[in-house]
């Protein structure tokens, strides 16, 4: 894969590290609803060396023309930037008995990595057939935890998806996504009035690992609850690509509400 863009000859940069901002490896999962091909390629340009990923989501993607898809894709792989789809096309692909057929498809256009999941309908698949499918195609495969429309998380319900989210993990899939929908609302780890469940976060990052979790932050409270909780190192998905640049800004405490934050803001000059 293409090496990205990197900051560290550039004026921006070097003033940057005087005031003691830290270099920090990709740990934001941008969102693609359907942007057109030139401005997903602007972004990329703009903002590719912050993405761990580009995710295209839900199944925008198979009703788009298929050139602007594969457009998309050849411009995330020419940045350096690895392209993950979103786990409704996998859940409907299993409904009806198609998931051979849909790897082809994503592993034939060129995406990276897919999503599994459950959110909303009930495929009862083996988790090591689904990554031996995947990685005989080149495909790696993630798996999103949490149902898209039974509400926040109950305590039941969280060591469900503790269980759930082990067993993908141990079948060799390479993280777990955390569901929080487009709203980060009465779903997942968020209450009605969009607040996180501080403990049930807790309890995921302590059995897994952060490194292991991504959180789905749909908009700027979730976004920022995440990273003023866990800090910087914490990986989010779902942002959208003109949100790219803010996420990160209070990521490295450059943001004025983040810089309030120790956990956030730059060390100053050494």
Request: aromatic content about 8%; glycine content about 8%; hydrophobic content about 40%.
């Amino acid at each position: 894969m293409p090496q990205r863009p990197t900051p560290e000859a550039s004026s921006t940069w070097r003033y940057l590290e005087a005031i003691g901002v830290s270099q920090l490896p990709p740990r934001c999962v941008a969102f693609d609803p359907g942007y057109d091909p030139a401005t997903v390629e602007s972004h990329l340009e703009q903002s590719g060396h912050l993405m761990s990923s580009l995710k295209l989501s839900m199944a925008c993607w198979q009703v788009a023309v298929e050139s602007a898809t594969r457009r998309k894709i050849a411009a995330a792989k020419k940045m350096g930037v690895p392209i993950s789809t979103g786990g409704g096309p996998f859940e409907v692909a299993a409904h009806f008995s198609k998931v051979d057929e849909y790897l082809d498809l994503c592993a034939e256009l060129g995406v990276t990595r897919i999503e599994a999941g459950e959110g909303f309908i009930k495929t009862g698949l083996d988790p090591s057939a689904i990554v031996a499918l995947a990685q005989s195609r080149g495909l790696e495969v993630q798996y999103e935890v949490g149902e898209k429309h039974s509400g926040a998380l109950t305590p039941e319900g969280l060591q469900e998806v503790i269980e759930i989210g082990r067993s993908w993990l141990d079948a060799g899939a390479k993280q777990l996504v955390v569901e929080a929908r487009e709203s980060a609302s009465n779903v997942g780890l968020f209450d009605a009035q969009g607040s996180l469940n501080l403990g049930a976060a807790d309890r995921l990052a302590e059995t897994f690992g952060l490194s292991a979790l991504v959180f789905e932050a749909p908009n700027k409270p979730s976004q920022f609850a995440f990273m003023r909780h866990f800090g910087p190192e914490v990986e989010l998905c779902n942002v959208r690509l003109e949100e790219v640049l803010r996420v990160e800004i209070y990521r490295r405490g450059l943001h004025s509400d983040a810089f309030q934050h120790e956990v956030l803001r730059p060390r100053g000059p050494k």
